[in-house]
């Protein structure tokens, strides 16, 4: 229990994927992927619970290893690669209250976040209670303006890609933001009504770029280790 509420981290991995197998569990500086998210919560203290929803039998044993609870694995349903996290997320606070388990509110960490630590889940669960919001969700700082940004026609046409109004200089555009994937807080009770994060009493914790790598590919896996060597 923290501040006389009761916090779940969901720590959402599933086995297998397209872009690099088995990613969650792929070694980052001699150690798997989703330990580092693991670690990070155990290390805020402000959990009741830290559950990992898996469909695997060897990412159980390894997330156990590391100090995470897997009371029951994920069902195939909502394992496959069009799976929502919606989903994830109900089935695991219902099969928990199945096992008399409830809590306040639950915090997703998505394991693709290795570079998000215990502070960072901390200060973004400090935020939604002392604003006494209903969500929280992190964002950084996008890479390139939006306004240097657009689609490509078929036939790869530049015509009007930036409009007028957009060919600005780079100092006088405005900031923009986008969601990082680290971390997600809900009260509980609000998102099993609305299932949705966004909403008049929603906020961003804003994290610093270095921080937000969200781990896709090869490429971000190698920059996510030399900030960890760095």
């Given at each position: 229990?923290?501040k006389?509420?009761?916090?779940?981290?969901?720590?959402?991995a599933?086995?297998?994927?397209?872009?690099?197998?088995?990613?969650?569990?792929?070694?980052?500086?001699?150690?798997?992927?989703?330990?580092?998210?693991?670690?990070?919560?155990?290390?805020?203290?402000?959990?009741?619970?830290?559950?990992?929803s898996?469909?695997?039998?060897?990412?159980?044993?390894?997330?156990?290893?590391?100090?995470?609870?897997?009371?029951?694995?994920?069902?195939?349903?909502?394992?496959?690669?069009?799976?929502?996290?919606?989903?994830?997320?109900?089935?695991?606070?219902i099969?928990?209250?199945?096992?008399?388990?409830?809590?306040?509110?639950?915090?997703?960490?998505?394991?693709?976040?290795?570079?998000?630590?215990?502070?960072?889940?901390?200060?973004?669960?400090?935020?939604?209670?002392?604003?006494?919001?209903?969500?929280?969700?992190?964002?950084?700082?996008?890479?390139?303006?939006?306004?240097?940004?657009?689609?490509?026609?078929e036939?790869?046409?530049?015509?009007?890609?930036?409009?007028?109004?957009?060919?600005?200089?780079?100092?006088?555009?405005?900031?923009?933001?986008?969601?990082?994937?680290?971390?997600?807080?809900?009260?509980?009770?609000?998102?099993?009504?609305?299932?949705?994060?966004?909403?008049e009493?929603?906020?961003?914790?804003?994290?610093?770029?270095?921080?937000?790598?969200?781990?896709?590919?090869?490429?971000?896996?190698?920059?996510?280790?030399?900030?960890?060597?760095?």
């Amino acid at each position: 229990m923290y501040k006389k509420q009761k916090f779940l981290a969901i720590i959402p991995a599933r086995s297998g994927s397209k872009g690099i197998n088995n990613k969650n569990i792929k070694l980052l500086n001699n150690k798997p992927l989703m330990a580092y998210t693991i670690e990070a919560a155990k290390e805020s203290e402000v959990f009741d619970d830290i559950i990992v929803s898996t469909d695997s039998e060897e990412y159980k044993i390894i997330a156990e290893k590391y100090g995470a609870k897997v009371p029951f694995l994920r069902d195939i349903s909502l394992s496959g690669d069009f799976s929502k996290t919606e989903d994830v997320i109900i089935d695991t606070i219902i099969n928990l209250e199945k096992i008399g388990k409830k809590y306040d509110y639950f915090v997703l960490l998505q394991p693709t976040s290795p570079l998000r630590n215990f502070k960072h889940i901390k200060e973004a669960i400090d935020l939604i209670l002392d604003e006494k919001l209903n969500s929280v969700i992190s964002v950084c700082e996008v890479d390139h303006p939006l306004q240097i940004c657009n689609t490509l026609k078929e036939n790869k046409s530049m015509y009007n890609f930036i409009s007028k109004e957009n060919n600005i200089l780079r100092q006088e555009m405005k900031k923009n933001y986008r969601i990082n994937g680290a971390i997600y807080i809900m009260n509980i009770d609000e998102y099993l009504k609305s299932k949705n994060f966004y909403n008049e009493k929603s906020k961003a914790y804003l994290m610093e770029k270095k921080f937000s790598i969200d781990i896709d590919d090869e490429i971000d896996f190698l920059l996510a280790e030399a900030i960890i060597l760095n």
